[in-house]
């Protein structure tokens, strides 16, 4: 049955508290993980890995860091800032029915790869190509995706014996839902709101964007 590409679009959401736990039913892991690796790339240099993590105390562990980074975030927090982010749950590493790392090689491709000797960033740029099509993957699935951003590099690199050199770019959550939600849940915890299309609109210039303030 074909997928309705935008609506897929806007239904993704950053998933936390909405996993089930339950099984990724079999070959759906497959396909989403062949959608994220044919992903477009710089100098065709596909410079991601993917690391499948199942294993409870792996992620019980990754579970303590996010937690210990999530108390250094909030102490920098103060008033109403503080009590909005106090409710706010930043991860399901535990809920969810697996994890996903995606990883960034900037030796891949070579020492010249073709387009990137402009843009040192391009290659990072890839790799979230790659997150973007699995996201999107994920959600055509059924499937729920969080992106969880409180780590230190360096701390998952020595949890999963990544190499020196290469990059932990996300540690993504994965699994079934019970639903997406309709809005985005910085949104509905009002810690930011999403501004429309024509606020980030430039015709020719910059500075054309004036017009729309």
């Given at each position: 049955m074909p997928v309705d590409l935008y609506g897929v679009i806007h239904q993704r959401r950053d998933v936390r508290a909405q996993f089930t736990?339950?099984?990724?039913?079999?070959?759906?892991?497959?396909r989403v993980?062949?959608?994220?690796?044919?992903?477009?790339?710089?100098g065709l240099s596909q410079p991601w890995d993917f690391i499948v993590i199942e294993n409870q105390r792996t992620r019980r562990a990754f579970y303590e860091h996010v937690r210990r980074e999530r108390a250094v975030f909030a102490a920098t927090l103060t008033g109403?800032?503080?009590?909005?982010?106090?409710?706010?749950?930043?991860?399901?590493?535990?809920?969810?029915?697996?994890?996903?790392?995606v990883t960034y090689d900037e030796k891949r491709g070579g020492h010249a790869v073709l387009g990137r000797h402009a843009i040192a960033d391009a290659g990072v740029?890839?790799?979230?190509?790659?997150?973007?099509?699995?996201?999107?993957?994920?959600?055509?699935?059924?499937?729920?995706?969080?992106?969880?951003?409180?780590?230190?590099?360096?701390?998952?690199?020595?949890?999963?014996g990544i190499p020196d050199g290469i990059r932990p770019v996300a540690?993504?959550?994965?699994?079934?839902?019970?639903?997406?939600?309709?809005?985005?849940?910085?949104?509905?915890?009002?810690?930011?709101?999403?501004r429309p299309l024509e606020r980030a609109l430039h015709r020719e210039t910059w500075q054309?964007?004036?017009d729309h303030l």
């Amino acid at each position: 049955m074909p997928v309705d590409l935008y609506g897929v679009i806007h239904q993704r959401r950053d998933v936390r508290a909405q996993f089930t736990g339950a099984p990724i039913p079999d070959g759906v892991l497959e396909r989403v993980l062949a959608a994220a690796h044919a992903a477009p790339s710089v100098g065709l240099s596909q410079p991601w890995d993917f690391i499948v993590i199942e294993n409870q105390r792996t992620r019980r562990a990754f579970y303590e860091h996010v937690r210990r980074e999530r108390a250094v975030f909030a102490a920098t927090l103060t008033g109403e800032r503080a009590a909005r982010f106090a409710q706010i749950k930043i991860d399901g590493v535990l809920e969810s029915t697996l994890s996903l790392v995606v990883t960034y090689d900037e030796k891949r491709g070579g020492h010249a790869v073709l387009g990137r000797h402009a843009i040192a960033d391009a290659g990072v740029y890839s790799v979230c190509l790659a997150i973007q099509n699995l996201w999107l993957a994920a959600t055509a699935e059924g499937l729920g995706c969080g992106w969880v951003s409180f780590f230190r590099e360096q701390a998952v690199q020595d949890m999963l014996g990544i190499p020196d050199g290469i990059r932990p770019v996300a540690w993504l959550c994965l699994g079934p839902v019970t639903h997406h939600e309709q809005a985005p849940d910085l949104e509905r915890h009002g810690w930011a709101r999403r501004r429309p299309l024509e606020r980030a609109l430039h015709r020719e210039t910059w500075q054309s964007a004036i017009d729309h303030l």
